[in-house]
């Protein structure tokens, strides 16, 4: 029998938080969509090299490696959320380490599973004021992966602009993770893509989740334990530089102008791997 090896890099959204595995741990979309790409699920052999909280540094100096002693077919890259949740934020890094992996892996042959992510300003309601840097910082991250992925014939999944996205049900608790009826949505519309370009040979993951909700009860001691501590450390770093950026959006008279000016550094960014002599990935077709 073939194996199908597929690698999985990124951060906790790929680690699979908020959908608990029947056996402890986490399970998420990666699990759910690998057990569907072919007819026998022991035909797939699926790394999960995602990690909570990695950066897209990490995961092309940590994650990406790993990936590629795997030689994976398929390889899932969905990272840049946590870049935006920091005060170090830099979109010319975020794009260089994106463009790095995906370079990398398509040298390989590797297919190339990537997806433009919502907006965590969006998914935790914040107000206006702190609402709009975090947005303009995710609309930057989502052009340089847009960008990328046509670059590399990459299977891109538009999960920032999914209908389930305004759904509650398709949250966990601390509104930042999908729950399992929100991972199963994701696999299913990478399912739906890599199936329409003959890669997944085997069912589609079911919409409906298998585990009954987490009870109002466990919601809330997640929230005063686990959740309190990740808001903490969000705190620590993101929450003065957001006041600093609301503190800018409240001088500029023309929110226009901020926007203006990202998306002229988001274009000197990819300009600035857009070089093709440079990349002997470039070009190559991942997906026939």
Same mark, same amino acid.
């Given at each position: 029998?073939?194996?199908?090896?597929?690698?999985?890099?990124?951060?906790?959204?790929?680690?699979?938080?908020?959908?608990?595995?029947?056996?402890?741990?986490?399970?998420?979309?990666?699990?759910?969509?690998?057990?569907?790409?072919?007819?026998?699920?022991?035909?797939?052999?699926?790394?999960?090299?995602?990690?909570?909280?990695?950066?897209?540094?990490?995961?092309?100096?940590?994650?990406?490696?790993?990936?590629?002693?795997?030689?994976?077919?398929?390889?899932?890259?969905?990272?840049?959320?946590?870049?935006?949740?920091?005060?170090?934020?830099?979109?010319?890094?975020?794009?260089?380490?994106?463009?790095?992996?995906?370079?990398?892996?398509?040298?390989?042959?590797?297919?190339?599973? *990537?997806?433009? /992510? #919502? +907006?965590?300003? $969006? =998914?935790?309601?914040?107000?206006?004021?702190?609402?709009? !840097?975090? @947005?303009?910082?995710?609309?930057?991250?989502?052009?340089?992966?847009?960008?990328?992925?046509?670059?590399?014939?990459?299977?891109?999944?538009?999960?920032?602009?999914?209908?389930?996205?305004?759904?509650?049900?398709?949250?966990?608790?601390?509104?930042?993770?999908?729950?399992?009826?929100?991972?199963?949505?994701?696999?299913?519309?990478?399912?739906?893509?890599?199936?329409?370009?003959?890669?997944?040979?085997?069912?589609?993951?079911?919409?409906?989740?298998?585990?009954?909700?987490?009870?109002?009860?466990?919601?809330?001691?997640?929230?005063?334990?686990?959740?309190?501590?990740?808001?903490?450390?969000?705190? *620590?770093?993101? /929450? #003065? +530089?957001?006041? $600093? =950026?609301?503190?800018?959006?409240?001088?500029?008279?023309? !929110?226009? @102008?901020?926007?203006?000016?990202?998306?002229?550094?988001?274009?000197?960014?990819?300009?600035?791997?857009?070089?093709?002599?440079?990349?002997?990935?470039?070009?190559?077709?991942?997906?026939?």
């Amino acid at each position: 029998m073939t194996l199908l090896r597929v690698a999985a890099l990124g951060d906790s959204l790929t680690e699979g938080l908020g959908d608990p595995a029947p056996g402890g741990g986490w399970r998420g979309w990666a699990a759910l969509l690998a057990a569907g790409l072919a007819p026998l699920a022991e035909a797939v052999d699926l790394h999960n090299l995602a990690v909570s909280g990695a950066r897209a540094a990490d995961v092309a100096r940590i994650q990406l490696p790993t990936a590629l002693a795997h030689r994976p077919h398929l390889a899932s890259v969905l990272v840049g959320a946590n870049d935006t949740l920091r005060a170090s934020y830099d979109i010319d890094a975020v794009t260089a380490d994106l463009d790095a992996v995906m370079a990398e892996l398509s040298a390989g042959g590797t297919v190339l599973l *990537t997806a433009c /992510l #919502p +907006d965590p300003g $969006r =998914l935790l309601r914040l107000p206006g004021p702190l609402a709009r !840097p975090l @947005a303009r910082r995710m609309r930057s991250v989502n052009e340089v992966v847009h960008a990328l992925s046509e670059r590399y014939a990459a299977v891109h999944v538009h999960a920032a602009e999914a209908d389930w996205i305004d759904d509650p049900r398709m949250w966990s608790v601390d509104r930042l993770h999908p729950s399992e009826r929100g991972h199963r949505a994701l696999a299913r519309e990478f399912h739906t893509v890599l199936a329409a370009h003959g890669t997944a040979a085997g069912p589609a993951p079911t919409p409906e989740p298998e585990s009954a909700a987490p009870s109002r009860a466990a919601q809330t001691w997640w929230m005063a334990t686990k959740g309190t501590r990740w808001v903490a450390e969000r705190c *620590t770093d993101l /929450l #003065p +530089d957001l006041l $600093r =950026l609301a503190a800018a959006e409240a001088r500029q008279h023309d !929110p226009r @102008a901020l926007d203006l000016a990202a998306a002229r550094r988001t274009a000197a960014a990819l300009a600035a791997v857009s070089d093709s002599d440079s990349n002997p990935a470039r070009g190559l077709r991942a997906v026939s």
